[in-house]
Antibody
Framework: QVQLQESGPGLVKPSETLSLTCAVS?????????WGWIRQSPGKGLEWIGN????????YYNPSFESRVTISGHTSKNQFSLKLTSVTAADTAVYYC???????????WGQGTLVTVSS | EIVLTQSPGTLSLSPGERATLSCRAS???????LAWYQQKFGQAPRLLIY???SRATGVPDRFSGSGSGTDFTLTISRLEPEDFAVYYC?????????FGPGTRVDIK
């Protein structure tokens, strides 16, 4: 059974870059599916940030984040990552990584990690 | 962007009662790409229904989904104590993928 686990700093300063990693176990990220990031905040609810293909190529992003986001894969470590630049307090949220399939969308999720943007 | 609206915002019911949750899309959706999630406090969302009406693995058959076009429904036939949670609809047919604001089902 696939398991996902987010990790990264819980506190990021405004204007800096938020960097998170999702470690996957029980399934090789290069074998299939897409791999994505979603965040949840009290103000905006659940927001899809973007996905990457299992090949690690051609990520696709929510236009709301496209100018600031990079999602990439690290197949040797069976991990993928999220980088979000120029963060503000509005980026404070719980960030989830998840596995995505075209038939059923996000069917396996990590437990989530709270990132607070504050000086 | 497809905006999803859910109603009611909160549903107060007793165990054993039937829950009917609504999700309305701002544009017509393919029924292939509408899902429902359940979220309990402090947990990640859990996939319940995909493709409008298919139950995810391990989901009890008291959960059912239906709908087409712009109107979709999640029905819980008889509420069990563990069903009191927040439910989100989600469309994944058109980018950007979007989620509804949620319906909270709480104990009356």
């Amino acid at each position: 059974q696939v398991q996902l686990q987010e990790s990264g700093p819980g506190l990021v300063k405004p204007s800096e870059t938020l960097s998170l990693t999702c470690a996957v176990s029980g399934y090789s990220i290069s074998s299939g599916f897409h791999w994505g990031w979603i965040r949840q905040s009290p103000g905006k609810g659940l927001e899809w940030i973007g996905n990457m293909y299992h090949t690690g190529s051609s990520p696709y992003y929510n236009p709301s984040f496209e100018s600031r986001v990079t999602i990439s894969g690290h197949t040797s470590k069976n991990q993928f990552s999220l980088k979000l630049t120029s963060v503000t307090a509005a980026d404070t949220a719980v960030y989830y990584c998840a596995r995505w399939g075209s038939g059923w969308s996000f069917e396996s999720w990590g437990q989530g990690t709270l990132v607070t943007v504050s000086s | 962007e497809i905006v999803l609206t859910q109603s009611p915002g909160t549903l107060s019911l007793s165990p054993g009662e039937r829950a009917t949750l609504s999700c309305r899309a701002s544009q017509s959706l393919s029924s292939t790409y509408l899902a429902w999630y359940q979220q309990k406090f402090g947990q990640a969302p859990r996939l319940l229904i995909y493709g409008t009406s298919s139950r995810a693995t391990g989901v009890p058959d008291r959960f059912s989904g239906s709908g087409s076009g712009t109107d979709f429904t999640l029905t819980i036939s008889r509420l069990e104590p563990e069903d009191f949670a927040v439910y989100y609809c989600h469309q994944y047919g058109r980018s950007p993928f979007t989620f509804g604001p949620g319906t909270r089902v709480d104990i009356k």
